[in-house]
């Protein structure tokens, strides 16, 4: 089946400090990856994508690169800030057609000045 | 443009109460999901529609949940009668392009936060 694996958190970081959150996958076919971020009291936002292996989505400073021999899509930014304190899900689109995402569990960060 | 919108904010109701949570799409969009949030969770699809029709609920409970879009744009979740599991964030969703995987990016409403109590 489809599923998605984040690291646990709350993963507390100083500002200007460098960010991964890991995201592992297991699918069927070719899925499309994506970083949804979630702040306070709204909804989900579409981070960043990748729709196929070796591509590299980006947004905002933050970089995951969709890895199909690891079956990872690590989320990645070099230096973070205040502002960035949010949970972030990583999903997963199969390949076939319905659109449906799986979502991992997600991880909240916390940026502290 | 106006982005998804969903009502009510908040929600409390006892067990074996009904409730029922709406809808409102990005104009235009051909798709509209319905996922439930348990805390600490991801969502989890429960219904997806495209124009008025059903594509997938698999996961939703069918004893219990109902949803229905007339006329493929606003839509309605309902449960009856409600249990103390199914306090969740109830997330809407919508989405252009049925037939454009590559573009196809699901926008999201703030929620419906449900407690049964």
């Known amino acids: 089946g489809n599923s998605v694996t984040q690291m646990e958190g709350p993963v507390t970081l100083s500002e200007e400090a460098f960010l991964t959150i890991n995201c592992t996958y297991t699918a069927t076919g070719y899925p499309s990856l994506f970083w949804y971020v979630q702040y306070p009291g709204e909804g989900l936002q579409l981070l960043l994508k990748?729709?196929?292996?070796?591509d590299k989505g980006s947004n905002k400073g933050f970089e995951a690169t969709y890895r199909k021999e690891t079956t990872s899509f690590h989320l990645e930014k070099g230096s973070v800030q205040v502002s960035d304190s949010a949970v972030y899900f990583c999903?997963?689109?199969?390949?076939?057609?319905?659109?449906?995402?799986?979502f991992g569990a997600g991880t909240i960060l916390r940026v502290k000045s | 443009e106006a982005g998804v919108a969903q009502s009510p904010r908040y929600k409390i109701i006892e067990k074996r109460q009904s409730v029922a949570f709406w809808c409102n799409p990005i104009?235009?969009?051909?798709?509209l999901y319905w996922y439930q949030q348990i805390l600490g969770q991801g969502p989890k699809l429960l219904i997806q529609?495209?124009?008025?029709?059903?594509?997938?609920d698999s996961q939703l409970p069918k004893d219990r949940f109902s949803a229905e879009r007339l006329k493929g744009v606003d839509s309605t979740l309902k449960i009856q009668p409600a249990k103390l599991e199914d306090s969740a964030v109830y997330l809407c969703?919508?989405?252009?392009?049925?037939?454009?995987?590559?573009?196809?990016?699901?926008?999201f409403g703030a929620g419906t936060r449900l407690s049964v109590l």
């Open positions: 104009s235009g969009h051909a798709t």
């Open positions: 999903a997963l689109r199969p390949g076939e057609y319905g659109n449906k995402l799986v």
């Open positions: 990748a729709t196929k292996a070796d």
């Open positions: 529609f495209q124009n008025n029709g059903v594509v997938d």
């Open positions: 969703a919508s989405s252009p392009e049925p037939t454009n995987l590559a573009k196809n990016i699901q926008y």
